[in-house]
């Protein structure tokens, strides 16, 4: 990813995204939801048609 996904709602840069069907939209820490934040950096998460990435933090 050369440039760094911005959250759909507010513009800031996004943490990662649910995906629930066929929609998903990149969301903030403000905005994510308590089963993205949950997880940490890298991490992935599915059941059934719900998906969840957290990004891995490129910062060091």
């Not at 440039?3 to 069907?21: R, T, Y």
């Not at 089963?35 to 992935?44: D, N, R, S, V, Y």
């Amino acid at each position: 990813m050369a440039e760094k996904p911005k959250c759909a709602l507010c513009g800031k840069d996004a943490i990662g995204f649910p995906s629930i069907g066929c929609c998903f939209a990149y969301v903030c820490r403000d905005h994510a939801d308590s089963l993205l934040l949950a997880l940490k950096p890298g991490e992935k998460q599915s059941s059934g048609e719900c998906f969840f990435e957290q990004f891995g933090t490129t910062d060091s």
